[in-house]
């Protein structure tokens, strides 16, 4: 069964202090890994899809990784706007077309 | 691109009445569609699968006699909670993709309450 497990649940950061979140993940042929931004009461907004390990890409302060276990989100000289809860999906061979998300990691970034 | 419209945005409505959220893709077509549910502090669960022109694939636990998924056209998806009850109280949110290379897109969410 597939697990996606992301850490830390809540992170907190000073405006400009850099970090990264964490995604892990146990697939049977993964297809792709997503990363989503949501803000309270929306629905998530796509960042990122990654397809094989080894991979990067970056947006603006974001940048994701990926290797066979796990995935990273890197944010750089955070802005309070980056404020979010940021989600981790996986996409298997064996799950149809549905994305199965991780519990999402809260951050928040003051002045 | 790749922009999904769900309506309505929040619905308030008494315990025994049902309750139809829509959701539409509007600049691509997509043959398959999904609802998720998710509960405050949660993540987002998968409730079914919605099939253009054939039935909806449920996961396992979730209703489908309660949760009924109508995929009419390749552009909309509706999902009608039937006789809604308090617990049925939650955010629902629906996805589609124009291909997996571009990415899954989700509407904005209906945040349903039953009083």
């Known amino acids: 069964e597939d697990q996606v497990t992301q850490s830390p649940e809540a992170l907190r950061l000073q405006e400009g202090e850099s970090s990264s979140l964490n995604c892990s993940y146990t697939?049977?042929?993964?297809?792709?890994l997503f990363w989503y931004r949501q803000d309270p009461g929306k629905g998530p907004e796509f960042l990122f899809t990654?397809?094989?390990a080894g991979e990067e890409k970056e947006k603006e302060r974001l940048k994701a990784t990926l290797t066979k276990k796990e995935s990273f989100l890197h944010i750089t000289a955070p802005k309070p706007e980056d404020s979010a809860t940021y989600l981790c999906?996986?996409?298997?061979?064996?799950?149809?077309?549905?994305?199965?998300f991780g519990k999402g990691t809260s951050l928040l970034v003051t002045p | 691109g790749a922009v999904v419209s769900q309506h309505p945005s929040w619905v308030i409505c008494k315990s025994g009445t049902s309750v139809k959220i829509e959701c539409r893709s509007l600049?691509?077509?997509?043959?398959?569609m999904f609802w998720y549910r998710q509960f405050p502090k949660q993540s987002l669960m998968l409730m079914a699968t919605?099939?253009?022109?054939?039935?909806?694939?449920?996961e396992q636990g979730v209703e489908k006699d309660k949760f009924l998924i109508n995929h009419a056209s390749l552009t909309l998806s509706t999902l009608t909670v039937t006789s809604a009850h308090p617990e049925d109280s939650s955010f629902y949110i629906c996805s589609a993709s124009p291909g997996i290379n571009y990415g899954y897109t989700f509407g904005s969410g209906t945040r349903l309450t039953v009083v």
């Open positions: 999906a996986v996409l298997n061979s064996n799950s149809g077309y549905a994305l199965n």
């Open positions: 919605s099939n253009e022109g054939s039935k909806a694939t449920y």
């Open positions: 697939v049977s042929g993964l297809r792709g």
């Open positions: 990654l397809y094989s």
């Open positions: 600049d691509f077509q997509a043959t398959t």
